[in-house]
């Protein structure tokens, strides 16, 4: 886990790159890589790399990166982890090809040099890399299947720049534009600027699953290579040989012993949820004996069922962890509000937690640490399981009527206002349950498009709203069609909240610590595996064969727990007197998000 940048002035009449504007992008991202730097030049000095480095597999020099290869003819950054580089490596030398070094760094670049850029395919992992290929003359990124890890591009005067993070494009000096209204509308609707959009006009992320190709010609259009969609919609048509939960199991014990592929010590977070709790257990059925496990709590949450210590105590004594217990309090979180907003490298309505737990497995002398995000969207955990069928049989046959929608919330807005401002959802059911979009942008969205030009200049929500379109938008991660009411939930959830907010999240929470989040359920081999398991999933099922997973189930007080989700006690912190309250603790984390957005906004590069 790293962080990679680098600039490539394509056009002849493009200035060279600056060894200035590299170093400064470079070290913004300092905290991605504090076990070394470096940069590498084109002989044409045409095209530069540079990277900071967090050591994970082959702790020596020879993981270095940049790295280059023995004819010296090709070039690798990688930001991430290859959990099937070591089966890759055989493949690789009894073809013939040497290794210098332990790393997965160096199998993907042989790899490139044997396969080209199809070799993505082969990969299992969360990554973003960038291949300069001298004998072509161009230079090749990647991203993973999910998105897990980031990667963001710019394009300006014949000059392509690439960087793990958004500030760090900025922090070089040479990125600008003015902002971007698709990412800011994108932001009000969801608290999170939904890719390829950012804040910036000229910045860009590029998608996941994509590979992109730049070379004297400029930047081609990225092209895709994994679709989480597609993987659904063949797991709907396939057979199922055994039953759910020996799938489950065995598919889940395969990602986690995956993913505890390291030459680092392996942690994991630790709350009183599902999701955490069996990859502990599954953690010791794959052999790992020692483990450090990070729960947080909260003096605010003491003695009510969103206090996760006492539970969490009870799961790592059921497996054997050694369990380290942070706790955090509102004067530590006044204190570091101002780094948690340097952070986070786009705005973000969530992550105050990732922050503190991956602060707390740091402090606990961890570089990595397993986090059970992901398996409510792969397993069906969400309320938007049962509602988003519902809102469609009930409501989308009266919904696809044109105009009933838009007509019925002219006349509750007409006669019933003070109903319309406090209940804009319900006066969206019969406008937004005509499509699987729409319910989903009902279900998942703070504002409502038309409410935007009310919160946020008029102007700009028209132009956001134009480039974005947010209806169409959602529903290419339905295309091709899952197949079932759960794939296309799994989908949507997949393709949207689970990428652009909580694994981005992760990222900049986690590397804000030098610590590398890994996420077994977030993995595109395990999608592929549970695929046809998903359609065949009751909502709430799909977790408690999870739970079940383990050869020692997690016990009943942590299956029959309301779900609570992983939460900070923003509204107390914040000060508000119904701090308690649902509306009052989303209310905090939208505030928090919107004042990342404001400094955004007020940015000299804006």
């Known amino acids: 886990m790293c962080g990679l940048n680098g600039i490539f002035a394509y056009r002849a009449s493009a200035a060279a790159p600056s060894r200035a504007e590299l170093a400064a992008s470079r070290e913004h991202m300092a905290a991605r890589g504090p076990d070394g730097s470096g940069e590498w030049w084109s002989a044409c000095g045409r095209c530069a790399l540079g990277f900071r480095r967090l050591a994970i597999q082959d702790l020596s020099e020879r993981g270095a990166q940049p790295m280059v290869g023995e004819d010296q003819a090709r070039v690798i950054v990688f930001n991430g982890e290859i959990y099937n580089f070591r089966a890759l490596r055989d493949e690789l030398e009894r073809h013939g090809r040497p290794f210098r070094s332990g790393s997965d760094t160096e199998v993907l670049l042989r790899l490139y040099e044997a396969e080209g850029a199809g070799m993505v395919r082969r990969l299992r992992g969360m990554y973003a890399f960038a291949i300069w290929d001298e004998t072509r003359r161009g230079l090749l990124l990647g991203r993973d299947p999910y998105g897990i890890k980031p990667l963001y591009t710019s394009d300006v005067g014949g000059t392509f720049r690439f960087a793990s993070q958004v500030k760090a494009l900025l922090a070089g000096g040479a990125v600008g534009g003015g902002p971007e209204p698709a990412g800011v509308v994108g932001f009000h609707l969801y608290g999170s600027a939904p890719e390829p959009f950012t804040l910036?006009?000229?910045?860009?992320?590029?998608p996941a699953g994509h590979t992109q190709w730049v070379d004297a010609d400029g930047p081609c259009e990225p092209a895709p290579f994994a679709d989480l969609a597609e993987v659904l919609a063949a797991g709907a048509r396939a057979p199922l040989a055994e039953a759910p939960a020996e799938r489950v199991r065995a598919a889940v014990l395969d990602s986690v012993r995956a993913h505890l592929v390291a030459d680092v010590e392996v942690g994991v977070f630790l709350s009183a949820g599902v999701d955490s709790g069996a990859l502990?257990?599954?953690?010791?059925?794959?052999?790992?004996?020692?483990?450090?496990?990070?729960?947080l709590c909260y003096d605010e949450y003491a003695g009510t069922g969103e206090d996760e210590a006492p539970l969490a105590a009870a799961v790592a004594q059921r497996y054997g962890a050694s369990h380290v217990v942070r706790r955090v309090a509102a004067e530590e979180f006044r204190a570091d509000?101002?780094?948690?907003?340097e952070a986070m490298d786009q705005p973000s309505i969530d992550g105050v937690n990732s922050w503190f737990v991956s602060k707390a497995a740091r402090e606990a002398g961890l570089k990595v640490a397993l986090s059970g995000v992901g398996g409510d969207e792969l397993l069906g955990g969400y309320p938007s399981f049962?509602?988003?069928?519902?809102?469609r049989r009930r409501l989308g046959p009266i919904a696809s009527i044109p105009g009933a929608g838009r007509l019925a919330r002219a006349l509750v807005t007409t006669l019933a206002p003070g109903f319309a401002r406090a209940r804009p959802k319900a006066l969206g059911l019969l406008e937004y349950s005509r499509s699987w979009a729409g319910a989903y942008l009902l279900r998942r969205g703070l504002f409502l498009p038309h409410e935007l030009p009310a919160v946020m200049d008029p102007e700009l929500a028209r132009e956001g709203l134009a480039?974005?379109?947010p209806l169409r938008r959602l529903s290419r991660a339905l295309s091709p069609d899952p197949g079932s009411d759960a794939g296309r939930v799994c989908a949507l959830e997949s393709a949207h909240y689970l990428r652009n907010q909580l694994l981005r999240d992760c990222d900049w929470a986690g590397m804000a610590h030098s610590l590398e989040i890994?996420?077994?359920?977030?993995?595109?081999?395990?999608?592929?595996?549970?695929?046809?398991?998903v359609p065949r999933l009751a909502p709430g099922e799909g977790k408690r064969l999870l739970a079940a997973a383990p050869s020692t189930p997690l016990p009943g007080c942590v299956t029959e727990r309301a779900k609570t989700g992983f939460s900070v006690p923003m509204g107390q912190w914040l000060g508000r007197r119904?701090?308690?309250?649902a509306s009052a603790k989303g209310l905090a984390s939208r505030n928090l998000g919107l004042e990342v957005f404001a400094q955004a906004m007020r940015a000299p590069s804006c």
Request: glycine share 6%; proline share 7%.
């Open 280 to 295: 502990l257990g599954l953690m010791r059925d794959a052999g790992q004996h020692q483990i450090r496990a990070i729960t």
């Open 200 to 206: 910036h006009r000229d910045i860009r992320a590029l």
């Open 337 to 341: 509000l101002p780094a948690i907003l």
């Open 518 to 533: 890994r996420t077994p359920l977030v993995d595109a081999e395990l999608l592929r595996a549970l695929a046809p398991v």
């Open 467 to 469: 480039r974005l379109r």
């Open 386 to 391: 049962r509602d988003l069928p519902r809102w």
């Open 578 to 581: 119904d701090a308690g309250t």
